[in-house]
């Protein structure tokens, strides 16, 4: 036979996990320093500028 799952403790569970993952994104987006925001920031653009070069022109 199947375990008995107590379904509001698994919602609740789930909750903390969808939480705790966007709090992890949180941390990593906001708890870098002006010099590392900057230096991401500018790898970014270089990626971008690189990737528009590499586009083919409809013909």
Same mark, same amino acid.
């Given at each position: 036979m199947s375990e008995i799952v107590n379904l509001r403790i698994a919602r609740k569970r789930k909750a903390r996990a969808e939480r705790e993952s966007e709090a992890a994104a949180n941390r990593a987006k906001h708890g870098l320093g002006k010099a590392e925001r900057a230096r991401q920031e500018k790898e970014a653009a270089t990626f #971008? /500028?690189?990737?528009?070069? /590499? +586009? #083919?022109? +409809?013909p």
């Open positions: #971008r /500028a690189i990737l528009d070069g /590499a +586009k #083919r022109e +409809k």
